[in-house]
């Protein structure tokens, strides 16, 4: 069974740094782009960042450009989400989401299954 | 590519068929759209993709349909656990969601 498990929420003072980790199970990871998506309290969906198979070719939104870095090591079947100068608007839930299918070469894809997500709290 | 979702809620009884829009803002390239569920405290889920391919164990009383600008969710006779929020979300031209349906009983 495909299990994505997040990591490394919390509560951080506008300014702050934290960085969320993924652990994936269930299936060849290093097959699938991977995401991370997130969802201000009682808000919609946005996506976030999302990394090719091999690290090689990453996106994110605008509105996070030069402040978080995603990242992943497939020895160890995890994503990362680096998030740095955080601000009062990236209070959210954050969801790893694997993307699209096997081996796919598309950018930007659907995403399934997603994790349980992980709070992040910016607030002074 | 803005996605606008309608209607905000939709208020139906089990049983009922759901109908739920999509309206892009410019054409989605090669119907590169999505569908998802989410309910309360869960992940979202996905539906649908490609605008009318179901996702692996989703029940066929969900469909999807559509092209170009306008997309349609359709749940053919709402059971209680259909009862949920519903994204709809573009993915040929970068990537966005649109703002949600309710569906409530």
């Known amino acids: 069974e495909v299990h994505l498990v997040e990591s490394g929420g919390g509560l951080v003072q506008p300014g702050g740094s934290l960085r969320l980790s993924c652990a994936a199970s269930?299936?060849?990871?290093?097959?699938?782009?991977m995401s991370w998506v997130r969802q201000a309290p009682g808000k919609g969906l946005e996506w976030v960042a999302s990394?090719?198979?091999?690290?090689?070719?990453?996106d994110d939104v605008d509105s996070v450009k030069g402040r978080f870095t995603i990242s992943r090591d497939n020895a160890k079947n995890s994503v990362y989400l680096q998030m740095n100068s955080l601000r009062v608007e990236d209070t959210a839930v954050y969801y790893c989401?694997?993307?699209?299918?096997?081996?796919?070469?598309?950018?930007?894809?659907?995403?399934?299954?997603w994790g349980q997500g992980t709070l992040v709290t910016v607030s002074s | 590519i803005v996605l606008t979702q309608s209607p905000g809620t939709l208020s139906l009884s089990p049983g009922e068929r759901a109908t739920l829009s999509c309206r892009a803002s410019?054409?989605?390239?090669?119907?590169?759209l999505a569908w998802y569920q989410q309910k309360p405290g869960q992940a979202p889920r996905l539906l649908i993709y490609?605008?009318?391919t179901r996702a692996t164990g989703i029940s066929d009383r969900f469909s999807g349909s559509g092209s170009g600008t306008d997309f349609t969710l359709t749940i053919s006779r709402l059971e209680p656990e259909d009862f949920a929020v519903y994204y709809c979300?573009?993915?040929?031209?970068?990537?966005?969601f649109g703002g949600g349906t309710k569906v409530e009983i």
């Open positions: 989401a694997r993307t699209g299918g096997p081996g796919w070469s598309k950018l930007y894809n659907w995403f399934a299954p």
């Open positions: 269930g299936f060849t990871f290093s097959s699938y782009w």
């Open positions: 990394i090719k198979q091999d690290g090689s070719e990453k």
């Open positions: 410019q054409s989605v390239s090669s119907s590169y």
């Open positions: 490609g605008a009318s």
């Open positions: 979300q573009q993915y040929g031209t970068s990537l966005t």
